[in-house]
């Protein structure tokens, strides 16, 4: 960017979002994209809410039928929906509602969108690690390969630290003079 346009990248900004104009006027066009995004996440939220309360009723009244194991594995994965939808909620939407309504507040201030994006990576793996932690057959096969993968490990370790050592005896036994050899 230096070369080709004599720019530097750090002054350009990755996302404008500018709610007034130089005399202070509000700019309705830039309110009504923050808005419209607004309305967007609320219809997702409802959607998502609305169906999570309508899968639970429904599904109250016919887990009753089933066996107390399936019951506690549905509730185990009831759970994890729930925590499913808190996760994104914290990772991904807090952010983004903090940068698009930030500009409503006319501050000057140097964002760290460096945490923003390290908020909106650790989605993937919490994902994950919400259904291995509370569903309890994922736990326990995690922590069957957690301890397999520890044992091979501590294995390795053992091996190369017997390595190293009769290296450094053999080292230490080659330096020293034939009167002292243990031989």
Not at 26 to 38: D, H, V
Not at 114 to 134: H, K, R, S
Request: neutral net charge.
């Amino acid at each position: 960017m230096m070369q080709k346009y004599s720019t530097d990248l750090s002054e350009i900004a990755g996302l404008t979002l500018v709610a007034y104009d130089e005399d202070g006027n509000i700019r309705w066009f830039n309110i009504c994209c923050t808005l419209n995004r607004t309305f967007i996440m609320l219809v997702q939220y409802t959607v998502i809410i609305y169906c999570g309360i309508w899968m639970y009723i429904e599904m109250e009244e016919k887990v009753q039928m089933l066996s107390l194991s399936l019951r506690n594995l549905h509730k185990q994965f009831f759970k994890t929906l729930l925590l499913q939808i808190v996760t994104p909620t914290v990772t991904i939407f807090s952010p983004v509602i903090n940068i698009i309504y930030l500009p409503f507040f006319d501050l000057e201030c140097d964002l760290p969108t460096g945490v923003f994006c390290c908020a909106f990576t650790l989605y993937p793996a919490m994902d994950d690690i919400i259904v291995m932690y509370i569903v309890s057959d994922y736990k326990k096969a995690a922590k069957k390969i957690m301890k397999n993968a520890q044992g091979k490990a501590t294995a390795w370790l053992r091996t190369a630290e017997t390595d190293q050592s009769s290296t450094r005896a053999r080292s230490t036994e080659a330096n020293l003079p034939a009167a002292l050899s243990p031989n």
